[in-house]
Every structure is written in structure tokens, then in C-alpha cells.
């Protein structure tokens, strides 16, 4: 086991706190969970939340169930509770995911790092978008509008980009026209759908963004492999990312491929083999993947992948106590198989340490922080 205890954190995937606090079990599952909100119970059923549940209740000295959790975290302030469990868990940056909760539901960035972190938000595509769908503009000027807030991502704040693609229409990102892609929003309009929905649209959308992103070094993160019900887990599978990989727009751009592609860690470790502009996240809190899952997300990705191009993350979902249960679990994890690195004599002891912390925290450091 490579001890990475004093190792700091960089949560390289996370998202805002949610501005007030889960008040009944019912709405302390549903951050847990990628199903139906209707059935968000079921998450009970899950080795991983139950672990969590354990831990905080630890954590706060009361029972190891979800009704006292419950009881002893929803009247905590949360930027007061955010500063906590940073400071214990060591974690000193946060690479956030802004499109998820809505603004309006999350905690605001001034809080966030009034909590004493570093912060490096992201301008999540679709649902900038999507706010501009809303707003009833026709296809001219939502595009003109999208690219005017592209263009201006990197001097609103922003330190890289986030594509939903995987939730619409999968990973098999590929060129459309601007005829097909208002033709799409069209019909979508038909149907009184103000997301970006259709794949036309979606692509469209992305791959107009990545020439921005390559000339202000802005890495755009896709989501793949587990998440929520809208996505269908077969077209997220990231070798459906060649198509766009080998395009013109993605030359020169850094593309991070979310939580670990579960279950397509192989396919995942392999792209960053190949591409040395793909970087493979590993999420360890959210989406629920326990000890076993992620000893072997972390075996295949030190096996296969690069080591400069791997990051951990939380996927924190709106509560501060997944951010320190990723952090805990990625070093827990992460440590016990570049201990088996060295056992094997694959890996010198002072090569895993440095590794260890390149991946919790050099790596994201460098590609969102813009350090060396
Ligand atoms: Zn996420």
C-alpha cells in the first residue's frame, strides 16, 4: 500500500453544493442515486451508499443510519460544512461542473470559495444552451449567442468545458450541417422541447465549440459510461469518440473522459495509450462504484493508460460529505494499487509516490489550474 494520506486533493470532477440542505431521507437518497427519482429508495440497496452512510455517521458521532444522518447535516450551513470537510479531507481545489444543480438550487461560486478552495468551473455546453433554446431565439441567433459565450468562457471565469453529449445522443460525436442542425432545433421546437436533445444539434454544438477551446487551452470533460437513466449506456462507451478524436476541430484540444467510462474502464485506459490529448477521470464517490469496482478502474488505468493523464474526482452531486468520501476512497484505492505496482516491480516505491500525487492532484492541477 503506497500511503497517500498527506497527499492533497484536486477534485477533478465535482459539482456545487446544493444551496439547502436534503431535509427528509427522500431527498438525502436522491444525490446517491442515478435512477428514477421515484425510486431513489433503492439506493438503500447499494453496498457503496451504505458505506457512505457508515462513514459520515462516523464522521459526525451518531447513528449508522440514514434518519440520523439526516437529523445531524440538515441544518448545517453549507459553506460552514463545505469548509469542514475540505480542510479534513485535505482537498484544496475543486474542478466544478456548473450545470449541475441548477444555478438557482446551488450553492454561488463566491461561497464556494469563500470556503477556502480553489476553484476551476466549467461552462457546461448544453445547458448554456438550453437556456438560450428558452429563451425562444431563432437558429441564427442562438448560434451567434452560443459563440459569443464560448468565445467568451475563458474571460467570464471559466477554466474549461463540459459536454452532456453521452445524455442525449451518446459519444459517436460527428459532423451535421447547419441546415440538419436547425432543422433539429425545429423539431424540437415542435415538440416543446427547449433542451438540446437531438444528436444534429448536440454535435453540432460541441464540435463548434472545440476551435475556442484549443486556442484558449480550455479541456473540455465529456461524460461517459454510468450515469443517470437518460443515457443509454451502449452508445457511451468512449471508442465511439474516434470519429471525432481524428476530426479537424479536436486537433490540439484536451479531451478529460468522466468516471472512468464504467464499465468501459479498458476502453477508457486504452484512449489514453493512444491520444496524448485524452485524460481518464476516475470518479470515486458518485456514480456508486464500490472498493472492488474501483480497485479495478485504478488496476486497469495504471496498467494500460498514461500515468500523466489520469485524475481523480468525487462527482460530489450536491453534497460536501461525497467530496470527502472520494477523496478517502481515491486515495484508499488509488494506494493499494500502486502498492501492488511495487510489489510487482513494475513501479519503483518513489515513481508510485510521485504518481500517487500526480493523479489526485498534479495532473488536474496542470490541465485546469494552468500549473506545471
Ligand atoms: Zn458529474
Known amino acids: 500500500m503506497v500511503d497517500l494520506s498527506q497527499v ?47 462513514q459520515i455517521a462516523d464522521e459526525l458521532g451518531c447513528a449508522a443510519d440514514e434518519r440520523a444522518v439526516v437529523r445531524a447535516t440538515r441544518e448545517l450551513d453549507p459553506m460552514t460544512w463545505l469548509a469542514t470537510v475540505c480542510e479534513r479531507s485535505q482537498t484544496v481545489a ?24 480553489e476553484l476551476a468551473p466549467l461552462l457546461r455546453l448544453e445547458a448554456m444552451a438550453g437556456d438560450l433554446i428558452a429563451e425562444g431565439l431563432g437558429f441564427a441567433d442562438l448560434i451567434e449567442r452560443y459563440d459569443a459565450a464560448v468565445d467568451g468562457a475563458r474571460a467570464a471565469g471559466y477554466a474549461g468545458l463540459k459536454s452532456i453529449a453521452a445524455y442525449r445522443s451518446g459519444l459517436a460525436i ?12 425545429a423539431r424540437q421546437r415542435a415538440a416543446g422541447i427547449t433542451r438540446v436533445q437531438e444528436q444534429a444539434l448536440v454535435d453540432f454544438l460541441l464540435l463548434r465549440a472545440l476551435p475556442v477551446a484549443r486556442r484558449d487551452g480550455l479541456p473540455v470533460q465529456l461524460h461517459a459510461g454510468y450515469g ?22 479536436a486537433a490540439g484540444v484536451h479531451f478529460v473522459v468522466l468516471h472512468a467510462a464504467w464499465p468501459y474502464v479498458r476502453e477508457g485506459a486504452f ?6 490529448n485524452v485524460t481518464l ?41 461525497q467530496i470527502a468520501l472520494g477523496a478517502r476512497r481515491a486515495r484508499s484505492t488509488l494506494g493499494q494499487v500502486l502498492g501492488e505496482l511495487v510489489a510487482s516491480g513494475e513501479l519503483s516505491a518513489g515513481e508510485a509516490e510521485r504518481d500517487g500525487e500526480a493523479i489526485l492532484s498534479g495532473n488536474s ?3 485546469y489550474f494552468g500549473e506545471r
Open 8 to 54: 492533497p486533493f484536486v477534485d477533478g470532477h465535482m459539482h456545487p453544493p446544493l444551496r439547502v440542505r436534503p431535509q427528509t431521507v427522500e431527498e438525502y437518497r436522491w444525490p446517491w442515486f442515478e435512477g428514477l427519482p421515484s425510486e431513489s429508495a433503492h439506493v438503500a440497496e447499494l453496498v457503496p451508499y451504505r458505506w457512505a452512510i457508515r
Open 94 to 117: 475543486l474542478v466544478l461542473d456548473t450545470g449541475y444543480p441548477p444555478p438557482d438550487e446551488s450553492l454561488p461560486l463566491d461561497q464556494i470559495r469563500a470556503a477556502g478552495v
Open 174 to 185: 460527428r459532423r451535421w450541417s447547419a441546415d440538419e442542425a436547425a432543422e433539429a432545433l
Open 228 to 249: 443517470d437513466r437518460d443515457l443509454d449506456l451502449r452508445l457511451v462507451n468512449p471508442l465511439h469518440l474516434r470519429g471525432m478524436l481524428a476530426s479537424e476541430e
Open 271 to 276: 484512449l489514453t495509450a493512444v491520444y496524448a
Open 281 to 321: 477521470d476516475v470518479a470515486a464517490c458518485i456514480p456508486p462504484l464500490g472498493h472492488a469496482a474501483l480497485l479495478e478502474a485504478w488496476r486497469c488505468a495504471l496498467a494500460v493508460g498514461a500515468v500523466n493523464r489520469l485524475h481523480a474526482s468525487s462527482d460530489a452531486a450536491g453534497l460536501p460529505e
Open 365 to 367: 492541477r496542470r490541465l
